[in-house]
């Protein structure tokens, strides 16, 4: 079956460090692209950034470029979202999606994750 | 950056309804836009892309259609199970969407 699978919720203090993940199985992990998109409760739909992991060319939204990473480890077929130093505002519904162009910039989103509820509080 | 604006944000519909939800983009896209449909708790579905690509699975009452900077997604006769919220995404550029249109029973 061809699915990702999320890495369970996180509550974290801020200025915590956090990393998520998301495993591809069931298709050629190093063959397509793999986003980040963010939802902050009660809101709608922002795109993060985007990973191919067969050569890890990574793109990143202006909005999050410099707060957050992205990576992957295609050896495991698992991509990463990483916080340095958390803050409250990063308290989200974090899901990871896989566009259906493959290797080519179509990047609309046919694969989801079921999501990573990230919680941040002190 | 390119701005996605979908309309209206609420839509009260009932079953057997025709329904038309708008997104419209900042600048040209060609017919780079898909659409999804987001039930509360669950990820979001692909049911078009390319403008008017209907996604493997997709009942067919769903459509879509535009190019350029205006395009729609149309449910030809609303089933209960459609009740959800719908955004568009562009993918001319880096990825954006639309604030969403939440469809609710009327």
């Known amino acids: 079956e061809v699915q990702l699978v999320q890495s369970g919720a996180e509550v974290k203090k801020p200025g915590e460090s956090l990393k998520i993940s998301c495993k591809g199985s069931?298709?050629?992990?190093?063959?397509?692209?793999i986003g980040w998109v963010r939802q902050m409760p009660g809101k709608g739909l922002e795109w993060m950034g985007i990973?191919?992991?067969?050569?890890?060319?990574?793109r990143y939204s202006p909005s999050f470029q410099g707060q957050v990473t992205i990576s992957a480890d295609k050896s495991i077929s698992t991509a990463y979202l990483q916080w340095s130093s958390l803050k409250a505002s990063d308290t989200a519904m974090y899901y990871c999606?896989?566009?259906?162009?493959?290797?080519?910039?179509?990047?609309?989103?046919?694969?989801w994750g079921r999501g990573t509820l990230v919680t941040v509080s002190s | 950056d390119i701005q996605m604006t979908q309309s209206p944000s609420t839509l009260s519909a009932s079953v057997g309804d025709r329904v038309t939800i708008t997104c419209r983009a900042s600048?040209?896209?060609?017919?780079?836009l898909a659409w999804y449909q987001q039930k509360p708790g669950k990820a979001p579905k692909l049911l078009i892309y390319?403008?008017?690509s209907l996604e493997s699975g997709v009942p067919s009452r769903f459509s879509g259609s535009g190019s350029g900077t205006e395009f729609t997604l149309t449910i030809s006769s609303l089933q209960p199970d459609d009740f959800a919220t719908y955004y568009c995404?562009?993918?001319?550029?880096?990825?954006?969407f639309g604030q969403g249109t939440k469809v609710e029973i009327k």
């Open positions: 999606a896989r566009p259906g162009g493959g290797a080519t910039t179509d990047w609309y989103f046919d694969l």
């Open positions: 069931g298709y050629s992990f190093t063959s397509y692209w």
């Open positions: 990973i191919y992991p067969g050569d890890s060319d990574t």
């Open positions: 600048q040209s896209i060609s017919s780079w």
């Open positions: 390319k403008a008017s």
């Open positions: 995404q562009q993918y001319n550029s880096y990825p954006a």
